[in-house]
């Protein structure tokens, strides 16, 4: 069973909205802890958002005030989501979600599949 299963991306005008959701399975979905990282061609992968087991969360300069986490822990699914708003052009990028998560920690042990985001008129 893969840990990590994105949902979500696409293409969408500048200051749009778009939601992505990343679906945890395995021991790794009691602790919920999650961050989504993006990577743009040519540039290095950055934090978009994370949340801590204790529900800390932390967002990306960039992005602060325009997306949002969640998450909803169920007894047999764990899914976090991503809420982007006012979408900019800037914000293209192939988004990842990484597990565990933990504030200003490196990257977990494991990566979803990716999910292109284009943002364009």
């Known amino acids: 069973q893969v840990p990590l299963v994105e949902s979500g991306g696409g293409l969408v005008q500048p200051g749009g909205s778009l939601r992505l959701s990343c679906k945890l399975s395995?021991?790794?979905?009691?602790?919920?802890?999650v961050a989504w990282y993006r990577q743009a061609p040519g540039k290095e992968r950055e934090l978009v958002a994370g949340i801590s087991a204790t529900n800390s969360v932390v967002y990306g300069d960039s992005v602060l005030g325009r997306f949002t986490i969640s998450r909803d822990i169920a007894e047999y699914a764990t899914t976090v989501e991503l809420q982007m708003n006012a979408l900019k052009s800037e914000d293209t990028a192939v988004y990842y979600c990484?597990?565990?998560?933990?504030?200003?920690?490196?990257?977990?042990?494991?990566w979803g599949q990716g999910t292109q985001v284009t943002v364009s008129s």
């Open positions: 990484n597990a565990p998560y933990h504030i200003g920690g490196p990257p977990g042990e494991y």
């Open positions: 395995g021991n790794i979905r009691r602790a919920g802890s």
